[in-house]
């Protein structure tokens, strides 16, 4: 089965940056779609970076100018690029794709991100 593995989150200031990674593993499967979600705190989970095996993008309206989803398919290995974090960003930060016939993979552990003075 495929598996996921987030990376990259840790504790920063207003303002900073960091650089989540969602690396594959296993059975690889063609894929459509790729995307990155978090959940704050007694929150539900949102999506915040989705892009297809197309090239396009959609993002949040809250991370949208600040926040950058990329792949490199050499690596099976995605990537969100935040920037100007702030506290409101805090979550766990997970990783999904969907394939080319609508499947998903396992919610892996996530990834936290800290956004505090």
């Known amino acids: 089965q495929m598996q996921l593995v987030e990376s990259g989150g840790g504790l920063v200031q207003p303002g900073g940056s960091l650089r989540l990674s969602c690396a594959a593993s296993?059975?690889?499967?063609?894929?459509?779609?790729m995307g990155w979600y978090r959940q704050a705190p007694g929150k539900q989970r949102e999506l915040v970076a989705a892009?297809?095996?197309?090239?396009?993008?959609n993002y949040a309206d809250s991370v949208k100018g600040r926040f950058t989803i990329s792949r490199d398919n050499a690596k099976n290995t995605f990537y969100l690029q935040m920037n100007s974090l702030k506290p409101e960003d805090t979550a766990v930060y997970y990783c999904n794709v969907k394939t080319v016939i609508g499947s998903r993979a396992s919610w892996g552990q996530g990834t936290q991100v800290t956004v505090s003075s």
């Open positions: 296993g059975i690889i499967f063609s894929i459509s779609a």
């Open positions: 892009l297809t095996s197309g090239g396009s993008t």
